[in-house]
Structure formats: C-alpha cells, structure tokens
C-alpha cells in the first residue's frame, strides 16, 4: 500500500522568505502522480501543483517548485518570497495511475509572519 | 462552472439521527470521492466511484455508512445511526478520470454529532 509522510506538522516563515515543506511516499509503483494541496482557514482544498513521475523536470507554478526526487521517494516544496495569504496547511498527495486514488499526508501547518 | 457542490456546509444532529451528505460534482467529470477529515486521523478515502460505480469502498468505517450515486450529477453518503465519532468535515471530490490525475475539492459539510 501507498503511503505518504509529511514530517514537518508545524512551520513559519517571514514574509518574502523562502520555506521548504518535506514530503516522502512509497510506492511499488513506477507511474503516478504527486501533488501538494493548501487548505486555507476557509477549508477549500485547492491544488497548488502538479508533478508527474515519469517527468525528469521539476514542476514549477510561479513561486511555488519542487524538489521530485524519484530515487529517494522525496517530493518538496518550496515557496518562494512568502506572503500572508501562503498561511494555510499544506498537504502532500501520491495518485497511483492504476487506482485514480489520492492518498494524503498528514499535512504541514504554515504560519506566514509580517 | 459552479465547482463541485456540497450541501450541508453545516450540519449538528443527535446521536442515533440519520444524516444524509450531499454532492454535486463538476459536469463531465467522471469520478468521484468522498473524503472525511479529522484532526486525530487527518483526510481519509472513505469511497470513490467511476462512471457512478462503486470502485473502492475499503475506507467506509463500518455498515453504519453508505454511499450511493445514482447518477453522473449527483451523490449521497449516509450515516445511520450517527455517533458522536463520526463528527468531522466531510469533502466531496470530483475529477476527469485518466486525465491530469486532478481533483477539484468541494467546500465540505461539517458535521456535529451531540
């Protein structure tokens, strides 16, 4: 079975600086899908990016990258010049091609200060 | 396109109640979920059907739940009897399957079991 730590429950960063949110999985799989959602106070789960496993390249989607390193099962994230609307929990998915399920992480709470 | 639609967004009930959660998921998609978050056990699968057939249902907790989709545009979960236990927000979810692997968060019913 699939299954995806987020290790960090907890983190802060000050406005405009630059945080890094681990994620790890493991899969038997060679073929899946790798996400990270945010769920801001308001509850709404929106996704933030978007990685496929046989991409070499790592996603990016304008200040928000990753580091995909399929090797070592390792999938962050990194947001860039951090702003106050970035505070929100951060959740790491795996999505096998085979099954269509999306299997979450416990999640990584993100506190941006002014 | 209005999003994935769910009805309640608030729900408080007495324990040995039936509750009945609603979703109306986006046109054309052919997927569905349910997930249930908590606190102590994060975002749980609880269902997920495709082209409005059951595929998975190992994370329906016990019998008291059920699922059901009897169309392209519209799905039910039910809890009867409602215990206190089952308190938590309750996500609707909704995707092209095989298409980008994305899916597209409803708001989620909270609900309250005294």
């Known amino acids: 079975a699939q299954t995806v730590t987020q290790s960090q429950p907890e983190m802060s960063v000050q406005e405009a600086e630059t945080v890094t949110l681990s994620c790890t999985y493991d899969t038997s799989e060679n073929n899946y899908y790798l996400f990270w959602y945010k769920q801001p106070p308001s509850r709404q789960m929106i996704l933030v990016i978007r990685?496929?496993?046989?991409?070499?390249q790592n996603a990016t989607e304008n200040r928000f990258s990753v580091n995909f390193q399929k090797a070592a099962k390792s999938f962050s994230l990194k947001i860039s010049d951090s702003q106050l609307g970035d505070t929100a929990m951060y959740f790491c998915a795996f999505m096998s091609l085979n099954t269509d399920k999306l299997i979450f992480g416990t999640g990584t709470r993100l506190q941006v200060f002014p | 396109d209005a999003g994935v639609i769910q009805s309640p967004r608030h729900e408080v009930t007495e324990m040995g109640q039936e509750v009945t959660l609603r979703c109306k998921p986006i046109s054309g998609h052919n997927s569905l979920f349910w997930y249930r978050q908590t606190m102590m056990r994060g975002l749980e699968l609880l269902i997920y059907?495709?082209?409005?057939?059951?595929?998975?249902d190992s994370g329906m907790p016990e019998d008291r739940f059920s699922a059901k989709m009897p169309n392209a545009s519209f799905s039910t979960l039910k809890i009867q009897p409602s215990e206190p236990r089952d308190s938590a927000v309750y996500f609707c979810a909704s995707s092209e399957a095989g298409v980008t692997g994305e899916l597209f968060f409803g708001e989620g019913s909270r609900l309250t079991v005294l």
């Open positions: 990685q496929e496993a046989y991409k070499q």
């Open positions: 059907f495709n082209n409005n057939v059951p595929i998975d």
